[in-house]
T-cell receptor
Framework: GQNIDQPTEMTATEGAIVQINCTYQ??????LFWYQQHAGEAPTFLSY????GLEEKGRFSSFLSRSKGYSYLLLKELQMKDSASYLC??????????FGKGTTLSVSS | DSGVTQTPKHLITATGQRVTLRCSPR?????VYWYQQSLDQGLQFLIH???????AKGNILERFSAQQFPDLHSELNLSSLELGDSALYFC??????????????FGPGTRLTVL
């Protein structure tokens, strides 16, 4: 079977750092993606990890541990516009992405 | 703007009806993917086409079908609609046949409401 788990909701304040965790159990693994989705809009690509370790891209970083089936997305210097859903997705078999249900992040001032 | 276009943006119809959703991929992309997003299920993969041929099927109902045309645009046909089919339908495209760093870019979606 396949299972991708993320917290449902998180809250944080402007300027803070937040870490969104994702654990996965899938029958195959070709890589892990993080997408951001504002309400009613399209998911937009944030990051991709295939090897263990940290990938840094501006205020956003993503970490992967394949042996532990674990990833996290780290958001620094939070801004109000970062309020959105963050979707963890596993490329299981080189075609479709298997998505978690997403973590809704609320950033307050 | 991802470069992926979808029409229509909104669609309201009645149970039992049939609708067609249209997607044009980014210029140069050969793969098109269809996803359904409902409040309780999250994004669910429906089907993947690469260069006109079906590559993979997910949780797509028999009442649903899709195709990719020679100009690479794709259509998703939903028939005998039920209330539970109300959802956001997203199309995504990627440059090659999928996998690895072949990132999927999503269109703005079609919101289907079945009354």
């Amino acid at each position: 079977g396949q299972n991708i788990d993320q917290p449902t909701e998180m809250t944080a304040t402007e300027g803070a750092i937040v870490q969104i965790n994702c654990t996965y159990q899938t029958s195959g693994f070709n890589g892990l993606f993080w997408y951001q989705q504002h309400a009613g809009e399209a998911p937009t690509f944030l990051s991709y990890n295939v090897l263990d370790g940290l990938e840094e891209k501006g205020r956003f970083s993503s970490f992967l541990s394949r042996s532990k089936g674990y990833s996290y997305l780290l958001l620094k210097e939070l801004q109000m516009k970062d309020s959105a859903s963050y979707l963890c997705a596993v490329d299981q078999a080189g075609t479709a992405l298997i998505f978690g249900k997403g973590t809704t992040l609320s950033v307050s001032s | 703007d991802s470069g992926v276009t979808q029409t229509p943006k909104h669609l309201i119809t009645a149970t039992g009806q049939r609708v067609t959703l249209r997607c044009s991929p980014r210029s140069g992309d050969l793969s098109v993917y269809w996803y359904q997003q409902s409040l309780d299920q999250g994004l669910q993969f429906l089907i993947h086409y690469y260069n006109g041929e079906e590559r993979a099927k997910g949780n797509i109902l028999e009442r649903f079908s899709a195709q990719q045309f020679p100009d690479l645009h794709s259509e998703l046909n939903l028939s005998s609609l039920e209330l539970g089919d109300s959802a956001l339908y997203f199309c995504a495209s990627s440059p090659t046949s999928g996998g690895g760093t072949d990132t999927q870019y999503f269109g703005p979606g079609t919101r289907l409401t079945v009354l």
